[in-house]
């Protein structure tokens, strides 16, 4: 890649994010009457519902920390960040110390699911905006949040699984690899051995159970030993997903000084799902691919979503950074 | 309509059933080896996955015995329906009473849901078989799973809410329009007082909660009392769903001598359903509709499946037989 082209590149990217996306967001986003964000939103900035998503409250706070942290000490940024997790902390945890999927506008509970994502997204935006602060508080929070997702996600019978586990065990990429990104980012706050410890773990287990030499993909679900199901589920390749998987392992070598071994899978990944979920025809990333090619079940399948397109855009420049191929 | 055309029409329909579409079923959907129906079929028959799912076991055994009760005496159709039945009886009931939502081709229970639907469908399956072979004991067993699904829809508390009921109740189309149907199939084979006062108590239901005059619409999720909620659920329609709803109503209006209450019931829903659902530009029906013409959030949201279009041929067909407009 030329300099050249590479800065045009960097120009398109930081001014999508800094001049369009984060303006809109800032602008019409944010609760002033009941706290947090209201994220539902029309092209113009009109609000389609008032209910609260969780995830976006924890990634949006993230956002914000990170860009504080990394772009420009704007105290805007930093009190926009501390606004999503003050409410997250006012109204998203119940009792058991799991989180909430949504709550109202209010921020009363209106649901709870059986995955760990509300709080991993929370890890990352406390994790953010304490270093950000330098509040060691949110720090603190972030780390036991992080390891309450750890024993929710090891000790069978604590979240209910949704298949019969007596008939059929399985497990998803998702879990492995939200881990991964969710230690990069703790780490940046919390100097704890958990963090290198998490990461090496999952990725170990994401290229033992999930990446598929022989079918040269990553599949989303196997069984505990990283067994085939021949099912629609079993086969199921979402390339957006794996494309992300390979970009946070090009993340940890990058950190590592230039590991090698990780940049040979996260490369290997990325390769993989670009061959099996790039429409060679029209361009672009359809959400779902069965991985012996026969028809998947998702209608949604073969819509092309913009964050596919993100991670694409993100994984295959990291991997330039690493390898000058 | 004129009589030619309306006889090519049933030559279309029948042909497309009898001789087309079942002769396919029959063929390639019939395990021998474990019993029940493998339904995911690629075009040439070959077999996607053998995951059997419980609705469809109910839905093809009803096919079956009701083509052998009022199309023609085949003892193939009958013993085919007889085949899903014994499949359904040996392994879709859990030990509460309630089924399961799919099982492996061997029978072992995958997943259990939250919804009555499989018990739905196999009250129809029942039905129809018990009806069409004269063994009471099917319809019994019937009219047993009727009072259960009941139960278990109106006792608080039996089955868990999607959305935590202390800050929000909601109550969807799907349950009162398929008390409908399941009761007039049942109704066939069963002459018991129940049937006919379900079908007048879920019209009502409709009528009173869902169709909403001033939207000009039925919504697919509404407060227990009929609210509007203003949010993407509680703005959806969904009008093959609702379409289906309104034949439904017709057919009550049929079986009742032509009451004009519940034809002018059911082509207003059918009516409103068109009028919002239908594409004026490429003509179909997209699968969900925002009551206040906004976006919708669901991936699917503009797809045009096959089943909506079923529901409006035979919505509008049997409108045409009721009114002759």
Known sequence: MSPDRLKALFGIYRDGLLADTLPFWVRN???RTHGGYITALDRDGSVLQTDKPIWVHGRFAWLLATLYATVDRREEWLSLSKHGIDFLNRHAFDTDGRMFFSVTREGRPLRKRRYLFSEAFAVIGLSAYGAASGESRYMDQALELFRLILRYHREPGLLEPKVIPATRQMKGLAMPMILIAT???LRKAVHDPLCDAIIDESIREIERDFVKPDLACVLETVGPNGEFYDTF???QVCPGHSIE???FI???ARVRGGDPN???LGTRIIDWSMAIGWDATYGGVPYFIDARGLPPTEYSHDLKLWWPHNET????LLAWQLTRD
Chains 1, 2 share one sequence.
């Open 233 to 235: 589920e079993g086969r």
């Open 313 to 316: 855009i993100i994984g295959t």
């Open 29 to 31: 986003a944010i609760d």
């Open 262 to 264: 990780l940049i040979r």
């Open 245 to 247: 998987a390979g970009w």
């Open 250 to 252: 090009l993340e940890e």
């Open 183 to 185: 230690a990069q980012e």
